[in-house]
């Protein structure tokens, strides 16, 4: 097979940041392992050396990413590398592809992983448009071209049976079918340098770090966990690192949305949070979760899937949560909260109680065992045929 991986980086500055680019970057080369011939086309490689690469030129804009995926390049790059299947890893970009190879001549399935969904359901069923996506007033165009890029899918993927939940109801409600083998599961892979024994792990000994690694936009309930963590510091033994995963944003970028600056400034002033950033290097980054005993996971409404947490969850770090989305599918019952004093007696039972943590570590290290890359490429394979 000859698959073309069309990858949209939008944190080139900070790729430990870029979801999308770690799952391919993991995935591509168990796929080549497994007998497949792949080349990836992106403006920067993923993979090792035995995966072909393709330099692109970047979006500018999420918006560009979406509404301009260049179809001109596109024609160009299907008629020189002639894939049996291209996978989009931008759902928007889908119509164009399929537009482009019809003008290549080229005969290729087309796979949609739905790294991230533009909106939302809340428990009642209400959709709701995800702010990141709605500058402007865009976000009900977005999800328009988000229905139309799952029209023209011969395969849709996604992270979680929450997310495939959204995804049909969502489609539905634009006129779109996903029946029979069009849509399919397949969750990220772990990645294999942030794996950890939990029989390596010490309990805290009545003091414990927890860990927020998540971006810091007012989206993902920043201002939500701000106040969580006001409380965490000064009612329960806990101190907190809050992770710094952008650095120095564009102005572009912080003029469009400038809630992590914000946010960071605020908990940075909070007695008991310490702000780290592992500059881009992975090993930097799993020294930061070595040092915590437990993480906590994104206050996002409705969140799809994190990487976050999956990093965490395989180096033994029980997760903290909200009852909402993903999380309530993935993170064990006696680890999620409905409200702040809840979570606060959940840390303090983690930095406490030795054998509820050590059960826990246990728990987390193996709700990542199914996502080792191997094991991913099979179902990524299997999904896409």
């Given at each position: 097979?000859r698959l073309?991986y069309?990858?949209?980086v939008s944190n080139?500055?900070?790729?430990?940041?870029?979801?999308?680019?770690t799952?391919a970057?993991?995935?591509?080369?168990?796929?080549?392992d497994a007998?497949?011939e792949?080349a990836v086309?992106?403006?920067?490689?993923?993979?090792d050396?035995?995966?072909?690469?393709t330099?692109?030129?970047?979006?500018?804009?999420?918006?560009r990413?979406?509404?301009n995926?260049?179809?001109?390049?596109?024609?160009?790059?299907f008629?020189h590398?002639?894939?049996?299947?291209?996978?989009a890893?931008q759902?928007?970009?889908?119509?164009?592809?399929?537009?482009?190879?019809?003008e290549?001549?080229?005969d290729?399935?087309?796979?949609?992983?739905c790294?991230?969904?533009?909106f939302?359901?809340?428990?009642?069923g209400k959709?709701e448009l995800?702010p990141?996506m709605d500058?402007g007033?865009?976000?009900r165009s977005?999800?328009?071209a988000?229905a139309a890029g799952?029209a023209a899918c011969?395969r849709?993927?996604?992270?979680?049976?929450t997310a495939?939940?959204w995804?049909?109801?969502?489609a539905?409600?634009?006129g779109?079918?996903?029946l029979g083998?069009?849509l399919?599961?397949?969750p990220?892979?772990?990645?294999?340098?942030?794996?950890?024994?939990?029989?390596d792990?010490?309990?805290?000994?009545?003091q414990?770090?927890?860990i927020?690694n998540h971006r810091?936009?007012?989206?993902?309930?920043?201002?939500r966990?701000?106040r969580?963590?006001?409380?965490?510091?000064?009612?329960?033994?806990?101190r907190?690192?809050?992770?710094?995963?952008f650095?120095?944003r564009?102005p572009?970028?912080?003029?469009l949305d400038?809630?992590?600056e914000q946010h960071?400034?605020?908990?940075?002033?909070?007695d008991?949070?310490?702000?780290?950033?592992d500059r881009?290097?992975?090993?930097r980054?799993r020294?930061l979760?070595?040092e915590?005993?437990?993480?906590?996971?994104?206050?996002?409404?409705?969140?799809?899937w994190?990487?976050s947490?999956?990093?965490?969850?395989?180096?033994?770090?029980p997760?903290i949560?909200?009852?909402?989305?993903?999380?309530?599918?993935h993170?064990?019952?006696?680890?999620?909260?409905?409200t702040?004093?809840?979570?606060?007696?959940i840390a303090?039972r983690l930095?406490?109680?030795p054998e509820?943590?050590?059960?826990?570590?246990?728990r987390?290290?193996?709700?990542?065992?199914?996502?080792?890359?191997?094991?991913?490429?099979t179902?990524y394979?299997?999904?896409?045929?």
């Open positions: 097979m073309l069309l990858l949209n080139a500055g900070r790729l430990n940041a870029d979801s999308g680019f799952f970057d993991l995935l591509a080369p168990a796929l080549v007998g497949v792949v086309a992106s403006p920067i490689p993923a993979g050396e035995r995966v072909h690469f330099r692109t030129a970047p979006p500018t804009t999420k918006y990413a979406r509404f995926p260049g179809m001109g390049a596109m024609v160009r790059l008629r590398h002639r894939p049996e299947v291209v996978v890893n759902i928007e970009a889908a119509p164009a592809i399929r537009a482009a190879l019809l290549a001549g080229v290729a399935r087309i796979a949609g992983y790294h991230y969904l533009p939302s359901f809340t428990d009642t959709l995800d990141a500058d007033g865009l976000g977005v999800l328009l988000f799952l011969d849709v993927l996604v992270h979680s049976s495939a939940s995804t049909s109801a969502a539905a409600r634009t779109v079918e996903l083998e069009k399919h599961v397949v990220a892979p772990r990645d294999v340098r942030l794996v950890r024994d939990p029989a792990i010490t309990p805290p000994a009545g414990a770090t927890g927020y810091l936009y007012a989206h993902y309930g920043t201002p966990f701000t969580l963590a006001r409380r965490l510091v000064a009612e329960a033994p806990v907190l690192t809050v992770m710094d995963l650095g120095a564009s572009e970028r912080v003029r400038p809630s992590p960071l400034g605020e908990l940075a002033a909070v008991g949070v310490a702000i780290a950033s881009g290097d992975r090993i980054y020294n979760l070595a915590a005993h437990f993480g906590i996971a994104p206050f996002r409404p409705g969140c799809p994190s990487m947490v999956i990093d965490c969850q395989a180096m033994g770090l997760v949560g909200p009852r909402t989305g993903w999380l309530a599918e993170i064990d019952p006696e680890l999620l909260f409905d702040d004093d809840q979570a606060v007696r303090d930095a406490t109680d509820f943590y050590r059960l826990h570590a246990k987390a290290h193996a709700s990542t065992a199914d996502l080792a890359p191997a094991a991913v490429a179902r394979l299997e999904a896409i045929k």
